[in-house]
């Protein structure tokens, strides 16, 4: 207690505080902070401070540290219950008064001064724990590099409850500066009397504070005692840094660009002053003490550039998640910003991005900050949040809420279904000035209308699971969806709402009630090439089966189309035990009905022998025999997800392909493509080793699903032109397989007549039964293969038709068939 009051009582009869009413000297300030301290005397407890820019709670303030208590400050009228609960403050000073609570005592580390919400959980009770070495460390640093003098007076523009606002009274007091306090902003002329009154020398401000300076003519104010302002708690505009730098350099004073976080007990790095005008899009360069390290990140290409990561003695003890925490002495040396960098070639630093301002919506990373700069260039004001795969975007002032929802669409570059617009009358902002994305977030939801039903039913209907069970906000995918009830969803999801994103089955059933209904239907619709390819596989394995015609090559296709759907369907990102489970049921779905209808044509047929009920045939033989391989197409795909499964149960294999999803891929092909040209010198045979033989086709479509870029793309293409070069006895078989898997590879959507689009996907949905029987099914009708080729397509629908109407009877006779599923969690992936 002695160490801070003696040092108010250092600087003597030095101006202290001033406010409309009164002005403290320090000497007269350490009386009252040493009052403070001797009535919050005791044990070591925790304060919780309710904050406002007067004398009262900076003596509070003091008076709490100088007793070596642990000070929790919170704004005033902003709910703090979330943090009264968890933490229980031993003593709550706010307007009415101090209450002492009786608690238990408290163990809390030695170190421990202050707790602190940060900026962006304002309210929450994760808090940022700051020892008394960071605030002396930081404060120190701040001083020095804006040079703060005895002399100077700064003014309170931001609340003691935001450590930027807190660190301009730490920086000022340290160096006997004096402090103008009060709570009016910078659009008050009273604040402006105010601070000429007392020959205010410095403000500080956050982006949106100097947004205000200049809608009300700052430029032209009479500061003469005006020394420097500082702009720091987010990004600000490069033009407009650089329009206060020639203003600071007309006017006579300077501008400090600064850079830093509540974890580092504020500041990071600043930009000198010099600099402003001419390198105004940088952070500037680290405080004494502190350094900057780039460090790679995923997502992000360019040995240059990657995030920001900031050591120094500055750095916050740790977080606190419950009072337990308080306990813990330093658990961290480095803080990882979050923020996307680069080291400039002249030293200075540069931010070119926000890890978490940037979201992944329809395969696209969006930089929301450039969203807002788009609107602002277009007279648009705005904060843009984003809630899932819908980008929220609040505006200031009278605009048509569907002309910013197509700007909002078109600088990010969805389609305009995804945004949501909110016009208000001024944008939402934290007490600390920065702008309030929960509340925009907020906005959103209270904003939403009542949606229809129609989607869940749709849903349901095709899923087979009840429409009530439903959560609105689970997918496609994470509702277990599957290669063959996609087909379905497709067809009749587009009827319902028009052309779909490209990356529907990963959007929420809540977004895509969200995409505006087309005015009129038109006569085209949107087709997945993956689905026509598999209708086109289908009709030519039958017909050349049948000898309609000789066109080979739609089963390779259909292996290819296997694993795109692999890739897009058993990959996705749940845990690891859901994703094995998840091929065991794929494994299944098709492994089943092909077992049940062996065991059919066995009966009734002498087309198969016992080895084809183990779906191995190619494995056990026997070979002679001509309908041997006839089903070999289901047994290569079962056992290649098979022996997928069991290298994706282990741990290892699942966190490489998490991380590295298309080199994993690509490491699969090349395993395909060595068993192809038989590098290894196995003199594989074609028959008893097809299956390893035929991987690199399934391959081939799962990487294709995992390329997201056109150079990955190319080397795909590369690979497949390689590769079947000379794999086909027919120069036709190979260029149908190509231009197949080249459509695959290149254009995964095409526009086909509406009608055309239903009869495509009804065939693809039945193109597993119809694979099953069409051996059985064209036989009779021995002489008219275009009759068999007709009768085992339909056969295939029917049947389809006859399990899909059997699994409803289920449901309705005995619930959902899925009860034993999360309806966050994917299910079956049929491939």
């Given at each position: 207690?002695?160490?801070?009051i003696?040092?108010?009582?250092?600087?003597?009869?030095?101006?202290?505080?001033?406010?409309d009413?009164?002005q403290?000297?320090?000497l007269?300030l350490?009386?009252?902070?040493?009052?403070?301290?001797?009535?919050?005397?005791?044990?070591r407890?925790?304060?919780?401070?309710?904050?406002?820019?007067?004398?009262?709670?900076?003596?509070?303030?003091?008076g709490?540290?100088?007793?070596?208590?642990?000070?929790?400050?919170?704004?005033?009228?902003?709910?703090h219950?979330?943090?009264?609960?968890?933490?229980?403050?031993?003593?709550?000073?706010?307007?009415?008064?101090i209450?002492?609570?009786?608690?238990?005592?408290?163990?809390?580390?030695?170190?421990?001064?202050?707790?602190?919400?940060?900026?962006g959980?304002?309210?929450?009770?994760?808090?940022?724990r700051?020892?008394?070495?960071?605030?002396?460390?930081?404060?120190?640093?701040?001083?020095?590099y804006?040079?703060?003098r005895?002399?100077?007076?700064?003014?309170t523009?931001?609340?003691?409850?935001?450590?930027?606002?807190l660190?301009?009274?730490?920086?000022?007091?340290?160096m006997?500066a004096?402090?103008?306090?009060?709570?009016?902003?910078?659009?008050d002329?009273?604040?402006?009397?105010?601070?000429?009154r007392?020959?205010?020398?410095?403000?500080?401000?956050v982006?949106?504070?100097?947004e205000?300076?200049?809608?009300?003519?700052?430029?032209?104010?009479e500061?003469?005692?005006?020394?420097?302002?500082?702009q720091?708690?987010?990004?600000?505009?490069?033009?407009?840094?650089?329009?206060?730098?020639?203003?600071?350099?007309?006017?006579?004073?300077?501008?400090?660009?600064?850079?830093?976080?509540t974890?580092?007990?504020?500041?990071?790095?600043?930009?000198?002053?010099?600099?402003?005008?001419?390198?105004?899009?940088?952070?500037?360069?680290?405080?004494?003490?502190?350094?900057f390290?780039?460090?790679?990140?995923?997502?992000?290409?360019?040995?240059?550039v990657?995030?920001?990561?900031?050591?120094?003695?500055?750095?916050?003890?740790?977080?606190?998640h419950?009072?337990?925490?308080?306990?813990?002495?330093k658990?961290?040396?480095?803080?990882?910003?979050g923020?996307?960098a680069?080291?400039?070639?002249?030293?200075?630093?540069?931010?070119?991005?926000?890890?978490?301002?940037?979201?992944?919506?329809?395969?696209?990373r969006?930089d929301?900050?450039?969203v807002?700069?788009?609107?602002?260039?277009?007279?648009m004001?705005?904060?843009?949040?984003?809630?899932?795969?819908?980008?929220?975007?609040?505006?200031?002032?009278?605009?048509?809420?569907?002309?910013?929802?197509?700007?909002?669409a078109?600088?990010?570059?969805v389609?305009?279904g995804?945004?949501?617009?909110?016009?208000?009358?001024?944008?939402?902002?934290l007490?600390?000035?920065?702008?309030?994305?929960?509340?925009v977030?907020?906005?959103?939801?209270?904003t939403?209308?009542?949606?229809?039903?129609?989607?869940?039913?749709?849903?349901?209907?095709?899923?087979?699971v009840?429409?009530?069970t439903?959560?609105?906000?689970?997918?496609?995918?994470?509702?277990?969806?599957n290669?063959l009830?996609?087909?379905?969803m497709?067809?009749?999801l587009?009827?319902?709402?028009?052309?779909?994103?490209?990356?529907?089955?990963?959007?929420?059933?809540?977004?895509?009630?969200?995409?505006?209904?087309?005015?009129?239907?038109?006569?085209?619709?949107t087709?997945?090439?993956s689905?026509?390819?598999?209708a086109?596989?289908?009709?030519?394995?039958?017909?050349?089966?049948?000898?309609?015609?000789e066109?080979?090559?739609g089963?390779?296709?259909?292996?290819?189309?296997?694993?795109?759907?692999?890739?897009?369907?058993?990959?996705?990102?749940?845990?690891?035990?859901d994703?094995?489970?998840?091929?065991?049921?794929?494994?299944?779905?098709?492994?089943?009905?092909?077992?049940?209808?062996?065991?059919?044509?066995?009966?009734?047929?002498?087309?198969?022998?016992?080895?084809?009920?183990?779906?191995?045939?190619?494995?056990?033989?026997?070979?002679?025999?001509?309908?041997?391989?006839?089903?070999?197409?289901?047994?290569?795909?079962?056992?290649?997800l098979?022996?997928?499964?069991?290298?994706?149960?282990?741990p290892?294999?699942?966190?490489?392909?998490?991380?590295r999803?298309?080199?994993?891929?690509?490491?699969?092909?090349?395993?395909?493509?060595?068993?192809?040209?038989?590098?290894l010198?196995?003199?594989?045979?074609?028959?008893a080793?097809?299956?390893?033989?035929?991987?690199?086709?399934?391959?081939?479509?799962?990487?294709?699903?995992?390329?997201?870029?056109?150079?990955?793309?190319?080397?795909?293409?590369?690979?497949?032109?390689?590769?079947?070069?000379?794999?086909?006895?027919?120069?036709?078989?190979?260029?149908?397989?190509?231009?197949?898997?080249?459509?695959?590879?290149?254009?995964?959507?095409?526009?086909?007549?509406?009608?055309l689009?239903?009869?495509?996907?009804?065939?693809?949905e039945?193109?597993?039964?119809?694979?099953?029987?069409?051996?059985?099914?064209?036989?009779?009708?021995?002489?008219?293969?275009?009759?068999?080729?007709?009768?085992?397509?339909?056969?295939?629908?029917?049947?389809?038709f006859?399990?899909?109407?059997l699994?409803?009877?289920?449901?309705?006779?005995?619930?959902?068939?899925?009860?034993?599923?999360s309806?966050?969690?994917?299910?079956?992936?049929?491939?």
């Open positions: 207690m002695r160490s801070l003696e040092h108010l009582q250092g600087h003597g009869e030095r101006v202290a505080v001033l406010t009413a009164a403290l000297s320090y007269e350490a009386d009252r902070v040493a009052e403070a301290a001797q009535a919050l005397h005791g044990p407890r925790l304060v919780l401070l309710e904050t406002r820019n007067d004398i009262s709670t900076l003596v509070h303030y003091l709490a540290l100088a007793a070596s208590h642990v000070v929790l400050p919170v704004a005033e009228r902003r709910d219950t979330a943090i009264e609960e968890t933490y229980e403050p031993d003593i709550v000073i706010d307007g009415s008064g209450r002492v609570y009786h608690h238990d005592e408290r163990q809390m580390h030695d170190d421990l001064a202050l707790l602190m919400s940060t900026s959980s304002t309210g929450s009770p994760k808090l940022v700051l020892s008394h070495t960071n605030l002396v460390a930081n404060a120190s640093v701040i001083a020095e804006l040079g703060i005895e002399t100077d007076r700064a003014a523009t931001l609340p003691m409850s935001y450590c930027y606002g660190s301009v009274i730490h920086s000022h007091l340290l006997g004096g402090l103008i306090l009060t709570d009016r902003s910078v659009v002329e009273e604040f402006w009397r105010l601070f000429r007392y020959r205010g020398t410095s403000l500080a401000g982006p949106y504070t100097f205000l300076l200049d809608s009300i003519g700052f430029d032209a104010k500061l003469p005692d005006l020394r420097y302002i500082t720091a708690g987010g990004r600000m505009p490069p033009e407009r840094v650089r329009q206060f730098a020639e203003l600071a350099q007309d006017a006579g004073f300077e501008l400090f660009v600064m850079y830093g976080a974890e580092a007990t504020a500041r990071m790095s600043y930009l000198p002053s010099e600099l402003a005008l001419s390198r105004p899009n940088t952070i500037g360069r680290p405080i004494r003490g502190g350094s390290s780039i460090e790679p990140l995923d997502g992000w290409t360019g040995g240059d990657g995030e920001l990561v900031y050591r120094g003695p500055n750095v916050m003890m740790g977080y606190a419950g009072p337990t925490d308080l306990e813990l002495g658990t961290v040396e480095t803080l990882r910003t923020d996307i680069r080291l400039c070639a002249d030293g200075l630093y540069e931010v070119v991005g926000r890890n978490s301002r940037f979201v992944k919506m329809y395969g696209l969006i929301l900050g450039q807002e700069a788009a609107l602002r260039a277009q007279g004001q705005s904060f843009c949040a984003s809630d899932d795969n819908t980008l929220v975007v609040a505006v200031a002032g009278k605009h048509d809420e569907r002309e910013v929802q197509r700007a909002a078109e600088a990010a570059g389609p305009p995804a945004v949501r617009a909110v016009t208000v009358e001024e944008l939402p902002l007490p600390s000035g920065k702008p309030d994305y929960e509340t977030r907020g906005m959103a939801r209270t939403d209308q009542p949606q229809s039903t129609d989607l869940r039913e749709l849903f349901a209907d095709v899923l087979q009840e429409a009530a439903l959560d609105p906000d689970a997918s496609f995918v994470d509702l277990g969806g290669s009830s996609y087909v379905t497709t067809v009749r587009e009827r319902t709402i028009g052309q779909l994103p490209s990356n529907w089955q990963s959007m929420s059933i809540r977004q895509l009630e969200s995409i505006a209904k087309p005015a009129r239907r038109s006569w085209l619709a087709l997945e090439t689905v026509a390819l598999r086109a596989a289908i009709v030519l394995i039958v017909g050349s089966h049948a000898e309609l015609f066109l080979w090559g089963a390779h296709i259909l292996l290819a189309v296997a694993g795109y759907n692999f890739g897009r369907f058993c990959l996705t990102p749940v845990p690891r035990n994703r094995v489970r998840h091929l065991g049921n794929t494994i299944a779905w098709i492994a089943v009905p092909s077992v049940l209808w062996v065991a059919v044509a066995l009966l009734l047929t002498d087309h198969y022998t016992w080895t084809n009920l183990l779906l191995a045939n190619k494995f056990l033989g026997p070979h002679d025999s001509m309908t041997a391989g006839r089903l070999w197409f289901v047994e290569v795909l079962v056992w290649i098979v022996g997928l499964a069991l290298l994706f149960w282990l290892l294999m699942d966190r490489l392909e998490r991380r999803p298309f080199t994993i891929a690509v490491a699969f092909l090349v395993i395909g493509l060595a068993l192809r040209y038989d590098i010198g196995m003199n594989l045979g074609r028959d080793w097809f299956t390893m033989l035929a991987f690199w086709f399934f391959a081939i479509g799962w990487a294709t699903a995992k390329a997201t870029t056109t150079l990955q793309r190319i080397a795909v293409t590369v690979a497949l032109i390689v590769a079947l070069h000379g794999y086909f006895d027919s120069t036709l078989r190979e260029v149908m397989v190509m231009a197949g898997l080249a459509l695959l590879i290149w254009v995964p959507t095409i526009r086909c007549p509406s009608a689009t239903v009869g495509i996907g009804v065939i693809a039945a193109s597993l039964y119809t694979y099953l029987v069409h051996y059985q099914v064209y036989a009779m009708f021995d002489g008219h293969p275009a009759l068999g080729v007709t009768a085992s397509l339909a056969v295939g629908v029917l049947l389809t006859v399990v899909t109407v699994r409803r009877w289920l449901r309705s006779r005995f619930g959902s068939l899925r009860s034993d599923v309806p966050r969690s994917s299910t079956v992936s049929q491939t």
